[in-house]
């Protein structure tokens, strides 16, 4: 699973960083199990988290187009919880709004971590999910790694794109 892989690469990283050594916060921590115990103990984050991203067809490697939009994503660490409002223009109607890891101007993971999916697919969508615990505060960590993608029928891999973030602080 790409989203498992991605955590264990993320892991692996930080110890050869010297930055392993997790916290004996909870059980998982104590005797990780799965990659994204791992890296919820390495990478833990508490609160809640805003992103406002700019949506266009120029983050999508050779894709022109005109289309545009937005994004407010917002991530509560405490409950595992992102919602999205995601708005556009100038594109077909969208089959599914996520956020992807991808760096900016690369191909997306073509695997969603984060499925948001709306009532209105011309325009916009705005949806909340739950995801598992370690994928927030990998993304509040190096949002430079993520981008919000809206996908549509004639676009599969992305109609417009954004990158939740500049940085990446692991």
């Known amino acids: 699973m790409r989203r498992s892989t991605a955590a264990a690469v993320v892991a692996v990283a930080l110890a050869a960083a010297g930055l392993g050594g997790a916290p004996a916060a909870s059980a ?76 900016q101007g690369q191909p997306p993971n073509p695997v969603p971590l984060v499925a948001l999916s709306g009532a209105n697919p011309q325009s916009g969508a705005s949806a909340c999910t739950l995801v598992a615990p370690g994928e927030i505060g990998v993304i509040v960590k190096c949002p430079a790694q993520f981008n919000v993608v809206v996908q549509t029928r004639l676009h599969p891999d992305g109609a417009i794109r954004g990158q939740l973030g500049s940085t990446c602080s692991i």
């Open 28 to 103: 998982a921590c104590e005797n990780p199990f799965t990659p994204i115990d791992v890296v919820n103990c390495v990478v833990p984050v508490t609160g809640t988290y805003s992103f406002n991203v700019a949506l266009s067809p120029v983050q999508i490697p050779g894709l022109p187009g005109t289309g545009s939009g937005t994004s407010s994503v917002a991530m509560d660490a405490a409950n595992n919880r992102v919602c999205a409002t995601t708005t556009w223009t100038g594109i077909d109607p969208a089959t599914l709004v996520a956020i992807h890891q991808g760096a």
